[in-house]
C-alpha cells in the first residue's frame, strides 16, 4: 500500500507538471493583449473630442507605441484616406519618411469644411486586426463685427432700431451697454429684441456711443466674448442759439459785416437774403457789392452799402434735411464819423505832439474808438507813400522819428466801430532845427564821413 501510494504520489505530481507546461504553452501561443486603451496607437494631444475656431492652424501626431512594431500608418476622413491631393488645407508630414512610425495631421487655416471624425490606422505587430485612434474635430465660426455698421444716425423724435449685426456659428447672443447694462425689458427708453436695440422718442440727449456685447457658446466647456463700441449721431434740424435780431451800423459807402452760425446735424447750409415778411433773395444786380466767406460750421457776408435802399433788414437762412432756421439782423444808417479837431503843440527836432479835440456831444449811436493820422515831408513826399499811423482813443499822441527842421503835412479821420471817417483839412507845421552843440556834433561826424572818403578814394587810386 505504501509503495502503491508512493507511485501514485509521484504519478500525480508528473501529471500536474505537465498541466502547467501546456498552460504555459497554450498562453504564450496566444496574442498579446493591451489594455483597452492603449492599441498600439498614441495620439498627442490625446483628447477624442477637439473644437477649434475657423482660421486656426494644429497639429495632431499619431504615432506607434513605444515597443512596438507595426507598418501602413495613415490618416483617414469619411472613408477617404488623406493625402496632398485631397487634403483640403490639411498636409502630413511622415517620419522618418520610408518607414515611418509616427504621421502628423497638419491642418492650415481651418474651415468648417474640416469638421469630422479623422481615423488613425496601422496594422500592430502581435494584433490580428488593423487597430485605430480617431478624434471627432467640431469647427466654429467666431463671432465677426465685419457687417456692423459702427457709426448710425437717427432723426431726433423718432424710434430708432439700432442694429448689431454680429455674425459666428453657433449664433452669438447680443446685449447692449451704455455705461451700464441696458435691461432686456421693462426700460422706457430703451427695448432690446431680436433685430437690435430699440430707442424711443430720440433726442439729442442719447446721441453718443453704446457698446454691442456678444457672447458664444462653442460645445459644453468654451465660450467667447467680444464687444464693439458704435456711435450714434442724432440728427436735428437747425437752430440758432441767439434768436434775437442783431443790429448792425453801417454809412452810406461803407461796409457791413455780418456772420451767421447755427447748430444742426447735417450741417446746415446758408444763404442770405432780405427779409419782407419772409425771405426774399438779394436782387443779382447787388451781387458785385457782397462777398460770401463759407465754413463747414459758418457763414460770412461781407456787403458793401453802396445804396440807401440796402439799410434794411437781412435775413441769413440755416437748411438741412430736416429744417429751417433764420436769423434776422437789422442794418441802420449811421453818419460818418467827422473829422476830428486838432491842434499841435510845441514841436521838436523829431517829434510832433498832436492834441485832438473830443467833440462836444457824440456823433449818433456808436462811439469814437480812435484816430488814424496820415503825415508826408511837404516838399519831398507824395500822399500814395505817406506814412499811416492809427491811434486809440485819447486826447494827446505823438508822432516820432521826423526830419529835423523839416516842414511836414498832416491830415486826421476819426474811427467809429463802423469805420473810418473823413478826413480833416490838411494842416502843415515844422519841426525845429537840432540844438547849436547837436548841430556842431552832426558837422564833426559829417567832416570825419568825409575824411574817411577821400582817404577811401585816394588809396584806391593808388592801388
Request: net charge negative.
Amino acid at each position: 500500500m505504501d509503495s502503491l501510494w508512493t507511485n501514485t504520489s509521484s504519478s500525480r505530481q508528473l501529471l500536474a507538471l505537465a498541466c502547467i507546461l501546456i498552460g504555459i504553452s497554450l498562453v504564450s501561443a496566444q496574442p498579446t493583449k493591451l489594455p483597452s486603451h492603449h492599441n498600439g496607437l498614441e495620439l498627442q494631444p490625446s483628447q477624442a473630442k477637439r473644437t477649434e475656431e475657423q482660421g486656426r492652424g494644429f497639429v495632431v501626431t499619431c504615432r506607434i507605441a513605444d515597443g512596438m512594431k507595426g507598418s501602413n500608418l495613415r490618416w483617414t476622413q469619411g472613408g477617404q484616406e488623406i493625402n496632398a491631393a485631397n487634403g483640403k488645407r490639411i498636409s502630413l508630414s511622415k517620419r522618418p519618411s520610408d518607414k515611418p512610425t509616427s504621421i502628423v495631421l497638419i491642418f492650415d487655416n481651418v474651415t468648417t469644411e474640416n469638421a469630422g471624425v479623422y481615423t488613425c490606422s496601422a496594422n500592430i505587430e502581435g494584433q490580428p486586426e488593423e487597430v485605430h485612434r480617431t478624434f471627432d474635430l467640431s469647427v466654429y465660426s467666431g463671432i465677426n463685427y465685419d457687417n456692423v455698421k459702427l457709426s448710425q444716425s437717427a432723426d431726433i423724435g423718432s424710434d430708432y432700431v439700432m442694429t448689431c449685426n454680429v455674425e459666428g456659428e453657433p449664433k452669438p447672443m447680443v446685449s447692449w451697454r451704455r455705461g451700464t447694462p441696458i435691461p432686456s425689458n421693462g426700460h422706457e427708453k430703451f427695448k432690446v429684441h431680436a433685430e437690435g436695440l430699440t430707442i424711443r422718442n430720440v433726442s439729442r440727449a442719447d446721441e453718443g456711443q453704446y457698446d454691442c456685447d456678444a457672447t458664444q457658446m462653442v460645445g459644453d466647456s468654451t465660450s467667447n466674448f467680444k464687444r464693439k463700441a458704435i456711435s450714434l449721431v442724432v440728427n436735428y434740424p437747425p437752430e440758432f442759439q441767439d434768436k434775437n435780431a442783431e443790429i448792425h451800423y453801417s454809412f452810406l459807402g461803407g461796409e457791413v459785416n455780418l456772420t451767421c452760425q447755427a447748430e444742426g446735424e447735417p450741417q446746415p447750409e446758408y444763404d442770405w437774403g432780405y427779409y419782407d415778411g419772409s425771405f426774399v433773395d438779394i436782387p443779382l444786380t447787388e451781387l458785385k457789392n457782397r462777398e460770401d466767406f463759407s465754413d463747414p460750421s459758418r457763414t460770412q457776408l461781407v456787403k458793401n452799402m453802396s445804396d440807401a435802399s440796402q439799410f434794411r433788414e437781412l435775413v441769413c437762412r440755416a437748411r438741412n434735411q430736416l429744417g429751417t432756421a433764420e436769423k434776422i439782423y437789422r442794418v441802420i444808417e449811421v453818419d460818418q464819423p467827422a473829422p476830428p479837431n486838432f491842434t499841435f503843440g510845441k514841436p521838436s527836432s523829431h517829434q510832433i505832439r498832436i492834441h485832438v479835440n473830443p467833440p462836444e456831444k457824440q456823433d449818433g449811436p456808436l462811439p469814437t474808438t480812435g484816430y488814424r493820422a496820415v503825415i508826408r515831408p511837404k516838399h519831398f513826399g507824395a500822399w500814395e507813400n505817406a506814412t499811416v499811423i492809427d491811434f486809440q482813443n485819447g486826447t494827446v499822441h505823438i508822432l516820432d522819428s521826423l526830419f529835423h527842421n523839416t516842414e511836414y503835412d498832416i491830415k486826421l479821420a476819426s474811427r467809429n466801430p463802423v469805420g473810418l471817417g473823413q478826413f480833416s483839412d490838411v494842416r502843415t507845421i515844422t519841426t525845429s532845427a537840432v540844438s547849436g552843440a547837436g548841430a556842431q556834433s552832426l558837422t564833426s561826424f559829417t567832416a570825419l564821413c568825409i575824411l574817411l572818403a577821400g582817404i577811401l578814394l585816394t588809396t584806391g587810386v593808388s592801388s
